[in-house]
């Protein structure tokens, strides 16, 4: 995909695998404005709460998403808005459907929206993730809301440990539960031509640390990135690897 906006464009890829799963419950969506050429929204949604439940709250989060986006003027709303009202409203619907279904189905989040002014905003709520990288370096990532990211937080347990505590898929926020989700925002005030962003699923970061993520992302287009981590978690996680998803977004200087 790519949009024109002066003195840069978009490129951008998606990708989603069920791993070794039997359903897949994830959702990842990048959405072009229809009026605002330069804005874009990205969205990975990890749902949970049975073979059809987690899939219906990651779907709620993206149809969210769309319906909002659409009706968005850039310079006029407010992007954090946006992106607060994408994350109440997705929360609710999931909550009604879980009454109407007798399920019990809740989502993570993670969504950044780019404007034609270079400025990114993002929020997420759960363990999906978003990443900046300027070059191979990484300038950014949100923090997770689980148990384990507490632990890193307090100097319990070092982020190597974390990988692999038994306890990692303990989330102590996500849509869909009883109370409000804990969310995080956060603006990036200037992009810079080359910049890269990324969103994704904890199936996905998983299995591997920033640096390796930075090799791949400045290397290759977004197409080929994603397909390269996509495979490369498939190997690493040895046939018990989770749904995965992810959309890259990078800022290309206009040749």
């Known amino acids: 995909m790519t949009r024109i906006s002066p003195g840069f464009r978009l490129l951008a890829a998606t990708g989603t695998h069920r791993g070794d799963r039997t359903y897949q419950q994830d959702q990842v969506e990048v959405i072009n404005h229809p009026r605002y050429a330069g804005c874009l929204l990205a969205v990975v949604a990890d749902g949970m709460g049975g073979k059809s439940g987690g899939r219906k709250?990651?779907?709620?989060?993206?149809?969210?998403?769309?319906?909002?986006?659409?009706?968005?003027?850039?310079?006029?709303?407010?992007?954090e808005d946006l992106l607060q009202q994408l994350v109440s409203e997705a929360h609710l619907m999931i909550?009604?459907?879980?009454?109407?279904?007798e399920e019990e189905p809740h989502s993570t989040v993670a969504a950044f929206l780019v404007n034609a002014d270079r400025r990114c905003y993002w929020i997420h709520s759960g363990?999906?993730?978003i990443y900046l990288y300027r070059g191979n370096r990484m300038l950014k990532r949100t923090m997770d809301h689980s148990y384990v990211q507490r632990l890193v937080d307090d100097g319990q347990i070092s982020e190597?440990?974390?990988?692999?505590?038994p306890q990692s898929n303990l989330l102590t926020a996500c849509l869909g539960t009883v109370a409000e989700p804990?969310?995080?925002?956060?603006?990036?005030?200037?992009?810079?031509?080359?910049?890269?962003l990324m969103c994704c699923s904890d199936g996905l970061w998983h299995y591997f640390s920033p640096s390796e993520m930075g090799v791949a992302l400045s290397t290759l287009p977004p197409r080929e990135a994603a397909e390269t981590l996509i495979n490369k978690a498939r190997d690493r996680a040895r046939g018990?690897?989770?749904?995965?998803s992810l959309a890259i977004v990078r800022l290309q200087a206009l040749s």
């Not at 709250?57 to 407010?78: I, N």
């Not at 018990?240 to 995965?244: E, I, K, T």
């Open 57 to 79: 709250a990651a779907d709620q989060v993206l149809l969210t998403a769309r319906q909002l986006f659409e009706r968005f003027v850039p310079g006029e709303e407010s992007a």
């Open 95 to 101: 909550k009604l459907t879980a009454l109407s279904a």
């Open 127 to 129: 363990d999906s993730r």
């Open 160 to 165: 190597l440990e974390a990988q692999s505590h």
């Open 182 to 196: 804990q969310t995080s925002v956060s603006c990036i005030e200037s992009l810079e031509v080359g910049d890269t």
């Open 240 to 244: 018990s690897g989770d749904n995965l």
